[in-house]
């Protein structure tokens, strides 16, 4: 047993996580991914209350011969957030067929890295 | 006599922070206690002074005196028969005035003769007992005469409005070998982390601890409800910037600013965005901490930097002059593994990486006692690898991975607030990156006081390596585990 604190049951959702093809960006007032070459990809319909969002707003916003090689490559990634009751491991297949998807896997399981939470607590008198 | 239940009334503090009870005992009455001269030849009943003829006269008065009160009881202090207590008459009457300890023995005048002169009396009414006693004091044949004292628990209660200084049990603060030095560079200027922002990035904190600055906020994404989140979170900051005063912690980097930013963004972990906004409202010289493992290929925890997009935020990060420091995580990995080739496990961010190593001792609950409960482990061999800390090429410098000292979980100071809550027991990665954060906030602190400007973070990073306690061999724990070197903050101070 390795110490680890993960977060409370059924609190947080757990999304795929994928990365764009060079060229692709998502329209999110369209919902539709756009190469630069001309071309679009609607993705097919996925679970109510499903969003598909940038992992870093503010640098997918940004053009990108402003922005440094290492924001360079994290302004591709993306997330499709999932309602918490949907595991992304029945999903990851869908996404990484998408023809503007160059990566995916389901992201992180994360915890603390907390080891030998005290034994006894007093907190109470 | 009828003993009542005690009752006590609420706690008050000692200058020292002791809780000090005030302990009401109703049901025992105040009585006097009046001692009789060793020759005095009297004794007493039950309700009276008697005396043979030699002694009427002493016997008489006593008991005028006590004609004067309502008295409830009498009898022996010491519990003494009316047998034992009459034999002292011919002994007494037998002795000169105020005989010594000498003439005492050669008479056969013992300890019971000596304890046979000791009479309780209660009255009915408390508030005779300070006159009686003044009227039995002026009585030739009363040596001494008293209101007898109202015992209270002696115990120290503890905890709860009066925190204890905890500062000596943070034994990573001491000279190294044993610590990283840090109590021995504060007087240099700058050296307490003045002028350095730490971001904290986890789940959840208690910014309202006694013992944590005031300001501390939240930059970004949303708290976790959780306790053990919560805990988690406070017992960092505290490792890193308790306030330094006369009760709880003191921080590794105490004159720091610390801000906190959850890595729960849109209802899911995002390490990556929380990385780009702490970085975005930091400056070059600021310090971001990482308190987050995840499960990697292997099934075991691994630091977060193996996923390509949290790469690449560290490198953005440090690129802009912060120094990123990373918990190497608990899941007993070693990241050279071929599995790990051509990942963020064999690469370099540019982030401290920080592994457990095994601390002396915790410097105080070495036998248990105290009610701290267990008592602390031995483990292996001081500054070897715990057995869960992960290792490898990228684990740059260790901390103590063991029985931290710091704030929040309540095991070493519990009360109903969590915000007097202490530990001695803070463990894992988790206690080891802390301690390095707060290394690397005091040398950023003095390169800008001494220099004007803050070191690069790869100057930071080779600086805790370079001048560090070096990492020692243990059972099962050799050295190609490698989790580098224990800062050691007086030897890099010489290099800022």
């Given at each position: 047993m390795y110490p680890a604190v993960p977060p409370p049951k059924g609190l947080l959702a757990r999304p795929v996580d994928f990365k764009l093809k060079p060229g692709w960006r998502y329209d999110e007032a369209k919902g539709i991914f756009l190469s630069g070459k001309g071309a679009e990809f609607a993705?097919?319909?996925?679970?109510?209350?499903?969003?598909?969002?940038?992992?870093?707003?503010?640098?997918?916003?940004?053009?990108?011969?402003r922005l440094s090689r290492a924001e360079q490559d994290l302004q591709r990634y993306m997330q499709v957030i999932l309602p918490p009751s949907h595991?992304?491991?029945d999903y990851l297949t869908t996404v990484q067929s998408w023809p503007c998807v160059e990566e995916a896997h389901p992201a992180p399981e994360v915890s603390l890295p907390a080891g030998c939470v005290p034994r006894k607590q007093s907190n109470q008198r | 006599m009828a003993r009542k239940k005690m009752s006590r009334s609420g706690p008050k503090l000692s200058k020292q922070g002791f809780t000090i009870e005030h302990f009401e005992t109703p049901g025992i009455p105040d009585y006097v206690v009046a001692e009789l001269r060793y020759e005095s030849p009297v004794a007493y009943t039950t309700s009276r002074f008697v005396a043979p003829s030699a002694g009427a006269s002493q016997a008489g008065r006593l008991n005028d005196v006590l004609a004067?009160?309502?008295?409830?009881?009498?009898?022996?202090?010491?519990?003494?028969?009316?047998?034992?207590?009459?034999?002292?008459?011919?002994?007494?009457?037998?002795?000169?005035?105020?005989?010594?300890?000498k003439?005492?023995?050669?008479?056969?005048?013992?300890?019971?003769?000596?304890?046979?002169?000791?009479?309780?009396?209660?009255?009915?009414?408390?508030?005779?007992?300070?006159?009686?006693?003044?009227?039995?004091?002026?009585?030739?044949?009363?040596?001494?005469?008293?209101?007898?004292?109202?015992?209270?628990?002696?115990?120290?209660?503890?905890?709860?409005?009066?925190?204890?200084l905890f500062e000596p049990a943070q034994g990573y603060l001491y000279s190294p070998p044993v610590g990283i030095g840090a109590a021995d560079v504060w007087s240099l200027a700058g050296a307490k982390g003045k002028g350095v922002t730490i971001c904290d990035i986890e789940g959840a904190w208690n910014t309202k601890h006694e013992d944590l600055p005031a300001g501390i906020s939240l930059i970004g994404g949303t708290m976790i409800p959780d306790i053990g989140w919560r805990n988690h979170g406070t017992a960092v900051l505290g490792e890193?910037?308790?306030?330094?005063?006369?009760?709880?912690?003191?921080?590794?980097?105490?004159?720091?600013?610390?801000?906190?930013?959850?890595?729960?963004?849109?209802?899911?972990?995002?390490?990556?965005?929380?990385l780009t906004n702490a970085a975005a409202q930091l400056n070059a010289g600021d310090v971001i901490l990482i308190e987050l493992q995840a499960t990697g290929p292997?099934?075991?925890?691994?630091a977060m930097q193996f996923w390509p997009d949290i790469f690449s935020a560290i490198v953005a990060a440090t690129a802009k002059g912060i120094t990123v420091v990373q918990a190497a995580g608990n899941g007993d990995e070693n990241f050279d593994l071929p599995i790990f080739n051509n990942t963020g496990l064999q690469k370099d961010s540019g982030a401290i990486v920080v592994g457990a190593g095994i601390p002396?001792?915790?410097?105080?609950?070495?036998?248990?006692?105290?009610?701290?409960?267990?008592?602390?482990?031995n483990i292996g061999v001081p500054r070897s690898r715990i057995w869960f800390s992960n290792y490898g090429k990228i684990v740059n410098v260790q901390g103590w991975g063991f029985h931290v000292t710091t704030l929040a979980y309540g095991d070493l100071q519990g009360d109903p607030s969590e915000n007097k809550w202490y530990t001695a027991r803070f463990s894992g990665t988790s206690s080891a990156s802390p301690i390095v954060t707060g290394a690397a906030a005091c040398i950023q602190g003095r390169s800008k006081a001494k220099n004007g400007a803050p070191l690069s973070p790869a100057k930071v990073r080779k600086i805790l390596m370079d001048t560090g306690t070096p990492q020692v061999p243990g059972p099962g724990v050799p050295l190609t585990q490698r989790i580098g070197p224990l800062p050691n903050l007086a030897k890099a101070m010489t290099l800022v």
């Open positions: 993705p097919p319909p996925l679970p109510k209350k499903t969003r598909i969002v940038y992992k870093v707003p503010s640098l997918a916003r940004s053009s990108r011969d595991q992304p491991e | 004067k009160f309502d008295v409830a009881s009498m009898r022996s202090q010491y519990g003494f028969k009316g047998a034992a207590v009459r034999s002292r008459l011919s002994l007494a009457a037998a002795l000169p005035a105020q005989p010594s300890a003439i005492l023995d050669a008479k056969g005048a013992g300890a019971e003769f000596r304890q046979s002169g000791f009479v309780q009396i209660v009255p009915k009414r408390a508030e005779d007992c300070r006159k009686l006693v003044a009227a039995l004091s002026k009585e030739k044949s009363v040596w001494k005469a008293y209101v007898a004292p109202r015992p209270v628990p002696a115990g120290l209660s503890g905890n709860a409005a009066g925190t204890r890193m910037v308790s306030v330094p005063n006369s009760k709880g912690c003191v921080g590794i980097s105490h004159a720091a600013k610390a801000v906190v930013h959850s890595a729960v963004i849109n209802g899911v972990f995002n390490l990556a965005q929380a292997n099934n075991k925890y691994v002396p001792s915790n410097f105080f609950d070495f036998d248990g006692g105290g009610g701290f409960g267990a008592a602390y482990q």
